[in-house]
C-alpha cells in the first residue's frame, strides 16, 4: 500500500512542479536508495522476465526493495519522477512477468520527458504483460498505477493486466491503492474494449469507464484508498505547496493527523505502521522521497529509511556517489543506514505519539536548514541527531513491542537496547 502525490507547477507559487511518495511494503523489506550510472546493456534482466534492451539508459536515483530489480519510486537525470501503487483489478493475474516496480525503473532509464514514460510504460505493458510475485514473503500479486511527471506536466497511468488508459493531471492529484480514471482518459492501449472482454468482463457500448469495468470494489474499499488519497490531497491543498509541505503530507496519520491511528486500528494512513491485522501487513513506509522538478534539473530528498514520520529527508543529488548508507538486505545490517534506524523505529513504536512529541521540533528544523545542503554534510548530521534521538527515547517512551513485531525482529536478527 503507497501514497504518490504531485502538484504541477501552476498550483505552486515556485512555478516547479512538486513529487511525493511513500513506499509502502511489508515490515523488514529494506529498501535500497541507488544511484544509477547511464550505461549500455545488450539485454534488461528485470525482476522475473528478460526483456530486449532499448540502447543506452539514463542515469537515475532509485528505492528499490533490496531483493527486486525494479524500484518503487525514482527521479532521473532528465528531472523524469515515478512512482507505482498496487491496484486491485478483475483481470487475470500472470505468475510471470513485469512488476510495477520494473516498469517504475524501464520508464526513468527510458524516457527523457514524462510523456515519453507514459509511452514506454504503455508499450511495455502491452509487450510483456504484469505478472509476478510482488511481495518479500508473500505470494501478493497486482496489478498498477503511476504518477509520472516532469518539470512541466504529470500523468495519470492505470493498468488491468495488459490494459492501461492515461489522463494529464493539474493542480494536487494523489493516486493511492485504485483505480480512478473512469471515461475521463486521455489515452489507452490498443482495443481496451476487447481486452475487457478477453479477461471476461463487460465494457458496455459508449466509451468505456476503466475503472467500473476492471477495477476490484472490495479490495480497493478494504485498502482504504479513497481515504488516504483525499488525506493527501486535501492538506496539500489547505495551504502553499512546497518542499516542507511535501515532506510533512507523507507524514500524516489521518485529517486531523493521529499518531495513534498507526498501528493500532483497522484504518490505513498515509503514513503507514504495520501490524498483524490483515489489512494492515503490507503497509509499513519502507521509505519515502519528495522531488522538486525545474527546468534547472531535479531536487530530490529521501529517508532511506522507514517510517517517514520518525525519520528525516535529506538531499541527494546527480553529482558524485551517494554519501556511505550501505545496501541493507532482509538482516539486520548496523553498517547500513535503513537498519540502524530501525532501532530508532521500534523504540518510538510502543507510543509514537510520546516520540513525535520530543523528536518533532528537531526534525522539522532540520529539514528548514538543510534544504540547501550538500547531501554529505545533510546526511552525517542526521546520523547524528538520530542517534541521539535513539538514546533519548530509550529512557523517555514505555512500553513492550508487540508480539507481532517481536517475530519479525527475532526473523531480521534485529536486538534494541
Given at each position: 500500500m503507497c501514497d504518490t502525490f504531485v502538484v504541477t507547477p501552476e498550483a505552486c507559487e515556485s512555478r516547479r512542479l512538486l513529487f511525493g511518495k511513500n513506499s509502502d511494503r511489508e515490515p523488514g523489506e529494506a529498501q535500497a536508495v541507488e544511484l544509477l550510472p547511464a550505461r549500455t546493456e545488450p539485454l534488461t534482466r528485470c525482476t522475473f522476465i528478460d526483456i530486449p534492451a532499448a540502447g543506452?539508459?539514463?542515469?537515475?536515483?532509485?528505492c528499490r526493495p533490496y531483493w527486486m530489480w525494479g524500484a518503487e519510486m525514482g527521479v532521473n537525470d532528465a528531472g523524469v519522477a515515478i512512482g507505482n501503487e498496487?491496484?486491485?483489478t478483475r483481470a487475470p493475474h500472470a505468475d510471470s512477468g513485469l512488476t510495477g516496480m520494473d516498469l517504475v525503473r524501464l520508464?526513468?532509464?527510458?524516457?527523457?520527458?514524462?510523456?515519453?514514460?507514459?509511452?514506454?510504460?504503455g508499450e511495455l505493458i502491452e509487450a510483456h504483460g504484469q505478472g509476478g510475485a510482488a511481495g518479500q514473503r508473500a505470494s501478493f500479486r497486482y496489478h498498477s498505477s503511476f504518477l509520472i511527471a516532469d518539470a512541466a506536466e504529470a500523468w495519470v497511468l492505470e493498468s488491468a493486466a495488459r490494459a492501461w488508459v492515461a489522463k494529464r493531471v493539474r493542480g494536487v492529484r494523489a493516486i493511492s491503492n485504485g483505480l480512478t480514471l473512469g471515461t475521463d482518459w486521455d489515452l489507452a492501449c490498443d482495443g481496451l474494449g476487447a481486452r475487457a472482454r478477453d479477461?471476461?468482463?463487460?465494457?458496455?457500448?459508449?466509451?468505456?469507464?476503466?475503472?467500473?469495468t476492471f477495477g476490484d470494489p472490495l479490495i480497493t474499499l478494504?485498502?482504504?484508498?479513497?481515504?488516504?488519497?483525499g488525506c493527501s490531497e486535501q492538506f496539500l491543498g489547505a495551504a502553499p505547496a512546497s518542499l516542507l509541505r511535501c515532506m510533512a503530507t507523507l507524514r500524516q496519520h489521518g485529517r486531523p493527523d493521529r499518531p495513534e491511528h498507526a498501528h493500532h486500528e483497522l484504518r490505513q494512513t498515509v503514513c503507514a505502521h504495520a501490524s498483524a491485522l490483515p489489512t494492515r501487513a503490507h503497509g509499513q513506509t519502507v521509505g519515502s522521497l519528495v522531488a522538486e522538478?525545474?527546468?534547472?534539473?531535479?531536487r530530490v530528498f529521501v529517508t532511506a529509511t522507514s517510517a517517514a514520520c520518525v525519520s528525516l529527508f535529506k538531499p541527494v543529488g546527480f553529482d558524485g556517489a551517494l554519501p556511505p548508507i550501505g545496501a541493507p538486505t532482509g538482516r539486520y545490517d548496523p553498517a547500513t543506514l535503513w537498519w540502524r534506524h530501525e532501532r530508532l523505529h521500534r523504540l518510538a513504536l510502543p507510543d509514537l505519539g510520546a516520540a513525535l512529541s520530543h523528536i518533532v521540533p528537531e526534525r522539522d528544523a532540520f529539514e528548514r536548514a538543510h534544504l540547501g545542503a550538500e547531501p554529505?554534510?545533510?546526511f552525517a548530521a542526521a546520523n547524528a541527531?538520530?542517534?541521539?534521538?535513539e538514546a533519548e527515547l530509550g529512557r523517555r517512551v514505555a512500553g513492550g513491542l508487540p508480539r507481532y513485531w517481536r517475530n519479525l525482529d527475532r526473523e531480521s536478527g534485529l536486538q534494541v537496547g
Open positions: 543506452r539508459t539514463r542515469a537515475c536515483l532509485l498496487a491496484v486491485f520508464g526513468l532509464e527510458r524516457a527523457n520527458s514524462a510523456a515519453a514514460a507514459v509511452r514506454v510504460i479477461y471476461g468482463l463487460k465494457p458496455g457500448k459508449n466509451r468505456l469507464d476503466f475503472a467500473r478494504a485498502a482504504a484508498a479513497a481515504k488516504r488519497r522538478l525545474g527546468p534547472d534539473g531535479p554529505a554534510v545533510a541527531l538520530e542517534a541521539r534521538w
